[in-house]
């Protein structure tokens, strides 16, 4: 499985942005899939994560992100609404498949400016 984020850049506090993963090879295999971010010092967390049943978010975004996954196309999407400082990060994409394991994408950077 391969995955490759967009969508990331500068935008100012209050503002909207979308975050695309687009997978490539077993995606059959596929059973969660999700987004984790990082900031600058700090750990990499967990933002919001989809499966074929539910949704779920961090308390920090819950309310302003909303996670979605098209499977026609292969690609899953985070819509960030409300954005702060505070969401500043590198945002990953990551999948987990049926074999248990863990694929990541390259990461793409979100810069909210206050």
């Known amino acids: 499985v391969q995955l490759v984020e967009s969508g990331g850049g500068l935008v100012q506090a209050g503002g909207s942005l979308r975050l695309s993963c687009a997978a490539s090879?077993?995606?059959?295999?596929?059973?969660?899939m999700g987004w984790y971010r990082q900031a600058p010092g700090k750990q990499r967390e967990l933002v919001a994560r989809?499966?074929?049943?539910?949704?779920n978010y961090a308390g920090s975004v819950k309310g302003r992100f909303t996670i979605a996954r098209d499977n026609a196309k292969n690609t899953m999407y985070l819509e960030k609404n409300s954005l702060q400082p505070g969401d500043t990060a590198v945002y990953y994409c990551y999948a987990h498949d049926l074999w248990r394991t863990d694929y990541w994408g390259q990461g793409t950077q979100v810069t909210v400016s206050s």
């Open positions: 090879g077993s995606t059959f295999s596929i059973n969660a």
């Open positions: 989809i499966t074929s049943s539910s949704t």
